[in-house]
């Protein structure tokens, strides 16, 4: 091994993981802002509101953040519309699964017994061990249903 194996990251590089993430200022400022939050948020719009706050984050750092926060499941992470990864506080401490509003991203969280038995079987009907899944329930609330004027069954999809 060369001693340019052994040397330290260069300043502003990352250093490599062993497990846990280090408890960095912008760590912290990432978790303060969505901590200030009960709605989720674009990575995009997290970074503006911290360089608002007068914090120093680089959007990749916002980003790698978030990643780390998701695999460690201290955030729930879902997409939006466009295909975007939209990011929340966790709740809850196991797992479980979302009804979001699409007009104003309002959020509940379910505990859902039938499903996670259902995956189990079907999982195992297939020889599948080891399982992951998430569900997303994507409708209107009750506020944005009124505020919209549509029904309960009404649909404009087509």
């Known amino acids: ?7 330290p990251p260069p300043t502003g590089q990352a250093e490599p993981t062993t ?9 912290r400022a990432v ?11 674009s990575t ?9 706050r007068g914090e120093r984050v680089s959007l990749a750092t916002t980003y790698r953040v978030l990643q780390s926060l998701a695999e460690a499941g201290e955030v729930d992470v879902l997409r939006n519309d466009d295909g975007e990864a939209i990011y929340r506080r966790c709740e809850a401490e196991h797992h ?23 995956a189990e079987r079907t999982a195992s009907a297939h020889g599948y061990t080891d399982l992951d899944h998430t ?3 994507v409708g209107l609330c009750r506020q944005c249903r ?3 004027g549509r029904t309960a ?4 999809r087509g």
């Open 44 to 52: 995009q719009e997290l970074h503006s509101r911290l360089r608002d």
């Open 153 to 156: 069954n009404s649909d404009d």
């Open 135 to 137: 569900l997303e329930i």
């Open 31 to 41: 978790r303060a802002a969505l901590n200030s939050r009960t709605d989720f948020i």
């Open 96 to 118: 479980h699964h979302h009804l979001v509003c699409r007009a104003c991203g309002a959020t509940v969280e379910l505990e859902a017994p039938a499903v996670e038995a259902w």
């Open 146 to 148: 009124a505020d919209t």
């Open 1 to 7: 091994m060369s001693s340019a194996d052994s040397a």
């Open 19 to 27: 497990g846990q993430a280090r408890n960095t200022k912008q760590r």
